[in-house]
């Protein structure tokens, strides 16, 4: 059974950051690429940033040089660092592994960023 769960999500002011965890069981995490999504409310679900099984990055150009996705692989864990969060990152925060056809997601974890 794959699970993917997420945590560290919170309220946050704004300039603050905070930084999710995404914990895997279930797949040979290594060989996955994983990625972290966001969906604020009223709004259709986008990708924020990808890790592949080599370490090669990708960003959404709205969190390029604020966030950060990096991955443990002994630990199964996907990372995403937020810095110099704004009320815009306001979103339910998810992250996916995939390969080839196969794709897994976790029940996402809530970041709000208000004064």
């Known amino acids: 059974q794959v699970q993917l769960v997420e945590s560290g999500g919170g309220l946050v002011q704004p300039g603050g950051s905070l930084r999710l965890s995404c914990a895997a069981s279930?797949?040979?995490?290594?060989?996955?690429?994983m990625a972290w999504y966001r969906q604020a409310p009223g709004k259709q679900r986008e990708l924020v940033a990808t890790i592949t099984r080599g370490g090669d990055t990708n960003y959404a150009e709205s969190v390029q040089g604020r966030f950060t996705i990096s991955r443990d692989n002994p630990k199964n864990t996907v990372y995403l660092q937020m810095n110099n969060l704004k009320p815009e990152d306001t979103a339910v925060y998810y992250c996916?592994?995939?390969?080839?056809?196969?794709?897994?997601w976790g029940q996402g974890t809530l970041v709000t960023v208000s004064e």
């Open positions: 996916k592994a995939s390969r080839f056809s196969s794709e897994y």
């Open positions: 279930g797949i040979i995490f290594s060989i996955y690429t």
